[in-house]
């Protein structure tokens, strides 16, 4: 079931960028910040964490869940250190991911040509 | 009139994109991402027996590497032109960002290139999903405080 929901929840972040991006002249590079935007936006009042616990790893995937992990670390940290957290604690959850991003494409841009 | 008549020619000749049939592909793809998002993470945690959340750190991780990858191989632009939005929302699209970034300044040298450009097309997800989760976050101190 949990794969249902996954793939309804993931298939429509996408849909829905897709409209934007088809009937605005906007680029893909404002689409991905902009679902960055709201899914911190979402974290707010922890509307997002109801939605992963619905669909599970069909919204981790999305670039969504980076706001929401990036905002969901900071008040984490918070609760600990006081207000200082939100910036002491704001990278805890998605440096795997940027770490892996940066590390990935440096090493494999000494490897590989540009293609076209 | 001059103006009416070129905007018509215009239109008349921009290629018209299939608005339906984009949207029914990103949807499909975009699930089948999160799919995998989902299959993965069970995969690690049965196999590698370790809680949820470190599981989804490793999915994530595993996402960017075949992003990357197939922006290696060339394939991932290819890809995009059919699947549209569903692999650039995704976490891929983040990874292929910062990879053809990075692949194609690699001639420019390793500082003034690689490193000066990699964050080139990935940097607005990452300053405007700080800056926004810091406001967000003092919003959420102020109103439900922590």
Redesign the interface.
């Known amino acids: 079931m949990?794969?249902l929901n996954?793939?309804?929840?993931?298939?429509?972040?996408?849909?829905i960028?897709?409209?934007i991006?088809?009937?605005t002249k906007l680029t893909?590079?404002h689409?991905?910040?902009i679902?960055?935007?709201i899914g911190?936006?979402l974290?707010?009042?922890g509307i997002y964490d109801k939605i992963i616990l619905w669909?599970?790893?069909?919204?981790?995937?999305?670039?969504t869940?980076?706001?929401h992990l990036?905002?969901h670390g900071?008040?984490a940290t918070?609760?600990d250190v006081g207000?200082m957290g939100?910036?002491s604690g704001?990278f805890n959850?998605t440096a795997?991911?940027?770490t892996?991003?940066?590390v990935?494409?440096?090493f494999?841009?000494?490897?590989?040509?540009?293609?076209? | 009139m001059e103006k009416n008549k070129y905007k018509n020619l215009v239109a008349k000749h921009t290629p018209k994109?299939n608005?339906l049939c984009?949207?029914l592909v990103?949807?499909?793809?975009?699930?089948?991402?999160?799919?995998?998002?989902?299959?993965?993470?069970?995969i690690y945690s049965y196999f590698f027996n370790i809680s949820t959340s470190d599981a989804?750190?490793l999915?994530?991780?595993t996402?960017?590497?075949l992003g990357?990858?197939l922006t290696?191989?060339?394939f991932f632009d290819k890809l995009v032109h059919f699947t549209?939005?569903?692999l650039?929302?995704?976490?891929t699209?983040?990874?292929h960002?910062?990879?053809?970034?990075?692949?194609?300044y690699?001639k420019e040298g390793f500082i003034t290139g690689?490193g000066a450009n990699?964050f080139k097309?990935?940097g607005?997800?990452?300053i405007?999903?700080?800056v926004?989760?810091?406001v967000?976050?003092?919003?959420?101190?102020i109103?439900?405080g922590?």
């Not at chain 1, 494999?108 to 076209?116: A, E, Q, V, Y």
């Not at chain 2, 650039?88 to 976490?91: G, K, V």
Request: charged share 5%; hydrophobic share 60%; glycine share 12%.
């Open positions: 949990i794969y996954s793939f309804i929840f993931c298939g429509l972040v996408c849909l960028a897709q409209l991006l088809d009937n893909p590079g689409m991905t910040t679902f960055v935007v911190a936006f974290d707010v009042f669909a599970g790893g069909g919204a981790m995937v999305p670039i869940s980076f706001g990036l905002i900071a008040m918070t609760v207000i939100l910036m704001m959850l795997s991911g940027i892996a991003a940066i990935f494409s440096f494999l841009s000494l490897i590989f040509k540009p293609k076209d | 994109e608005i984009n949207g990103a949807f499909v793809v975009g699930g089948l991402m999160g799919v995998l998002g989902q299959g993965l993470i069970d989804a750190m999915m994530i991780v996402l960017v590497f990357c990858f290696c191989l060339g549209r939005c569903g650039i929302l995704p976490i699209g983040f990874a960002a910062m990879m053809s970034a990075a692949l194609e690699r690689i990699m097309l990935a607005s997800v990452i405007f999903g700080v926004s989760a810091y967000f976050g003092l919003l959420r101190l109103i439900i922590g």
